[in-house]
């Protein structure tokens, strides 16, 4: 055994803290069930929108509220009605003051619409509609309210916004 | 047939055009039941202050919270201790980022209490106490956390601020 | 009678005022049982976090959102990952335009995790983690949505962060 070299033993350490590394943040619960719906709590680097679809398709949220707050890099954009697309600004490291949204379907889709308020370290706020974001040195606690109706959003013209569509 | 004037058969035309128009707003569903309260959807023109009064008195809502994100024209004000009145303010086209109130009872009519974030193109925040909004070019999504409670909200003095009266 | 000095009895009134304004204040109801959990009201003077803390012992609240908005005097934090600790600015008299948080538990006592997003009188935005905050003239309205799960909330290294904890 003494002949087993030191520098395989310790590349074996790593791979293996590594992989549990890994293993732990892939199996990390990220939420929770509520009498209202779910309670999300996001770690950093997770993906916002990517984890809300992912419980979206899960638990067969048929549409929701969402509220929530934490510390993010946010990417907003605001629509340019001449361009037809979101004119974007991305803030890194900022406190979500605020983000309020809610789920619905499209095209078989989860289709979230997220509005969000953000302040930097001079406490000035700024935001509107989220295009994205990420969690930073922190964490994201999100509120889901689920609704027991399966709600679609549809483009609607000549406005061109989607919708959330409503029915009894 | 052919003797028709033309003008008429237009003027006929847009006349019925304009009146399934106006028939398909006054008749667009705006909210629907949802487990935790009414799930409201708000569109180009809608004025928000009285389409959510028509909500409280058609659904004798006895008292709600209400959380909201949309695209609109906002008019805020903040309240001048001096001159007793609001010191008004508008923005228009804005996404409304965060939008907070509360449904009670004065008088026998809706009171409402809602509170505002805005952003424009500039991605920068304004906000504070709603005098009132109409929806700009997009929605607004409205939830309402309904309560089972009677609730008024009385002016109270000296402080000279209507506030919201709870009972067990 | 007519020598019993006025003085005196004009001191006997003014303590007998106070102590029934302070009755008046302690004894305030500060919130009311609603179907999702607590509608609570703050006036003039109150403690924000003080009373959330009352209401979380004596409630015995496993966990719960909160989301609120009123006027408030409100102290922000913004965390200095250089010194490990919050550079802190307040606002004097100023809308809570927005107030999202929640209710855990840490060392057998409550733990608050509450943002906030607030406005003067040029209506500009400001805001992000709520060091505390007291109601200045007027009130605040917060309600509570709460779970039944009883969520503890720990300090997370090397993150330094405290967060969340899930559970099923």
Known sequence: MHSFPLFLLTALSIFLMTAQSSAQQASQQRYTK??????????????VFAEIEKLAIKQKIPSATLAGMGFVNARFGFFNFKTKEYDPKEFEDVEMASMTGSIAWQDGKPSLHCHGV???????AYGGHLLGATVSTGSLEITFTVHDKLLERTMEQPLGANVLQLKD
């Open 118 to 124: 953000i302040t930097g370290k001079d406490f000035r």
């Open 34 to 47: 509520i009498p209202a719906g779910y309670l999300m709590v996001l770690r950093q680097g997770d993906d």
